[in-house]
């Protein structure tokens, strides 16, 4: 269960985490996502962490690569926005000549974060995958088309999925299912994302800290303990 940002605030504010462990979590992201800042810390407050929230640099691979070594994190969450990552697929998919070549240029880019992520082996991976587009750049056809927009879009999380599936720390996080979840009007702001490259709501990246906070617990077998006492 996830609440609105001041009564996380006013809960953590509540609790003395000085003496827990600390969770070192680094945010690699293309957006503006530092409001997942309190919901990751409120989260790990639950399993009694302090959370340690780092984000790397917009979209800046070789710095966030450094950063990386730097800061030795025990969680990564990966959040890249596709309209920040490439436009065109979202906005120009139809004047695409070579959509073979575009996805090979993302996935190459993609494939070299992974890589600078998994060179700190501790690390468990939380990648938030892809939303698929809900207005495509062919209408109500795009589905019947093998070069359709959203089938363009869904091979590029297939293949995200096939290198995390091959690493034993790492967990895809299924953003359609809290995208129709929440309902687009709650996950996306397109309002701030004009205006300062923030296309997610809290709710939404609360919910993505929710899920990463769980990846996390599920490597390192953090489930909260429950003593169940029979008075008989």
Known sequence: MSLPLASMQNDLSSKDLSDCDPVKVMVLRNVTVEQMEIPLVWHFSKYDRQGIVKFGGYHNILEDSEELAKFEPDLVVVVYFLEALHERVVNAYASIDNVASLSDEILSELSFLFGSIRAR????????????????????????????QRRFVRDLNDRILEWLKKDVKSIAIESDANLQSLGEKAYYDRRFWNLAQAPFTFEALSRMADNSVAVWSGFNGANRKCLVLDCD
């Open 121 to 148: 082996p501790n690390a468990a991976i939380s990648w938030v995958l892809f939303n698929l587009p809900n207005y495509t750049a062919f209408g109500v056809g795009d589905s019947m088309l093998s070069g359709g």
